[in-house]
């Protein structure tokens, strides 16, 4: 066997570590994983990595691109790649326009085709107001999934979609086995508290999460997983904060429902007090929870009940996060510490490497219809690798991050390790810790079985 590039160092596969191993690649595919003592194979280029691990390259689900001023794809993915993750599934949101019809989604298949510098699968949407129709056309367009919300931000970008039409959207796309992945929250109930808030506590840091209490979300949650019971439609919740939200799964589930949920990095890396000290910095929708919701958060990761761990990526400027925290924009950047911040306190918790990394690659790989091509290291699998030095602590500083929005909730934070190079399809878009991929190396990803 001949190969156009040999990695050497220690693989992460699903179920184990080979120390002292190898991948080799040709024409941007996996060729053979190479155990410690195996005969290696003749290669173009060999790149000597040994004392770092080479992990499959992250697969981050929830992203927001489009979103910002300040943002487009090329910054958003040289932002990934810095982070080792190699395949991002973008929201539908953009600001100039949502994917909400197959013309719209060819166009923005075309401005990553320009654009990204790693891997890129696409969310569809739906009109506020008769939005059903399009739904088909963004199936046969190949979205990798659906995204709707029971809370609005915006009437037109991000809007609300009504129950009628909700349950109209489970039934069309039942059968597709493409998922629907909803954000989780009442808006009648988060109004209500809101209001009750907004004079006399605007920034009061804590009042961000008793205006969206667990039950905005669980009960959010309740609804859309009976849609999903009784349309037989693929459902994953987004972004969930609280234990009870996974024990409703887990309800569904055994019912025969097809239904999952994702946490983030952020609820599994912060709690109500570090929000307490960072003020609208952690502003996040659904908020971060308490020290309790926490912990139980780990417990259900390591029980395999959650299905994905995301970033739910969103570098707002700093200037919107300036302002008192109930009127503060709700979200951060987190693709540039996914992976670094995952393995810290994985490990620390005991967590076995293959087993963690399993949330942010091969799973969610296989609930968004990636799994014939990406999340693993695997013969016949894309060449995506996220070299990871676990030699030293590495302190993150978020100007020197590639992103257009220079801070962070993490900023400062000291990591156990940092991804030092990252390949896509054999293809190295991070080298010395320096992006180096070109805008329009990344391909869009069309979903698979």
């Given amino acids: 066997m001949s190969a156009d590039l040999l990695l050497r160092g220690d693989v992460v596969l699903e179920d184990r570590i080979v120390a002292g191993g190898g991948v080799a690649v040709a024409d941007g595919r996996i060729a053979a994983i190479l155990e410690a003592g195996d005969e290696l194979p003749e290669a173009a280029a060999v790149h000597d990595l ?44 953009d600001r100039t326009r949502p994917v909400m019809g197959a013309e719209r989604l060819a166009e923005k298949i075309e401005q990553v085709r320009a654009q990204a510098i790693v891997d890129v699968g696409l969310y569809g949407t739906m009109p506020k107001v008769d939005g059903v129709p399009v739904l088909r056309e963004l199936v046969d367009g190949g979205v990798c999934a659906f995204k709707f919300s029971l809370y609005e931000y915006d009437a037109h970008r991000f ?10 959207a489970f039934e069309t796309l039942a059968g597709t086995g493409v998922p629907i992945v909803l954000h989780n929250e009442l808006q009648e109930v988060v109004e209500h508290r809101l209001a009750g808030l907004l004079d006399g506590r605007d920034d009061d840091a804590l009042a961000h999460g008793e205006s969206h209490p667990p039950v905005s979300e669980t009960a959010a949650s309740a609804k859309a997983l009976d849609f999903a019971y009784w349309t037989g439609a693929r459902l994953h919740l987004a972004h969930c904060t609280h234990p009870h939200t996974f024990r409703l799964i887990e309800f569904y589930r055994q019912l025969g429902a097809a239904v999952s949920g994702e946490t983030c990095v952020h609820y599994l890396l912060l709690s109500e007090g570090d929000v307490a000290r960072l003020g609208a910095i952690a502003k996040v929708n659904p908020p971060i929870r308490d020290e309790a919701a926490h912990e139980q958060l780990w417990t259900l990761l390591r029980e395999g009940r959650i299905a994905t761990v995301s970033t739910d990526h969103a570098p707002w400027p700093i200037e919107t996060k300036q302002r008192p925290i109930l009127r503060a924009s709700a979200g951060m950047p987190g693709l540039e510490t996914f992976l670094a911040g995952m393995v810290t306190a994985g490990l620390r918790r005991g967590f076995p490497l293959p087993e963690l990394l399993g949330f942010l690659t091969w799973r969610p790989a296989e609930v968004f219809g990636l799994a014939d091509r990406k999340g693993r290291l695997a013969v016949g699998l894309d060449a995506d690798v996220a070299v990871f030095d676990a030699r030293s602590p590495w302190t993150f500083h978020a100007a020197d991050a590639p992103s257009a929005a220079d801070w962070s909730a993490f900023d400062g934070w000291s990591f156990a390790g940092r991804v030092e190079a990252t390949y896509v399809r054999g293809q190295r878009v991070l080298a010395d810790r320096q992006v180096v991929g070109a805008p329009g190396g990344g391909r869009w990803l069309r979903r698979g079985a």
């Fill in 50 to 93: 040994r004392g770092r691990y080479l992990m499959p390259g992250v697969v981050d689900t929830h992203v927001h691109a489009g979103s910002f001023e300040t943002e487009d794809l090329a910054s958003t993915t040289a932002s990934a790649a810095f982070g080792g993750v190699t395949t991002i599934v973008d929201m539908p949101y």
């Fill in 159 to 168: 809007p609300r979609i009504a129950d009628g039409d909700l349950l109209a």
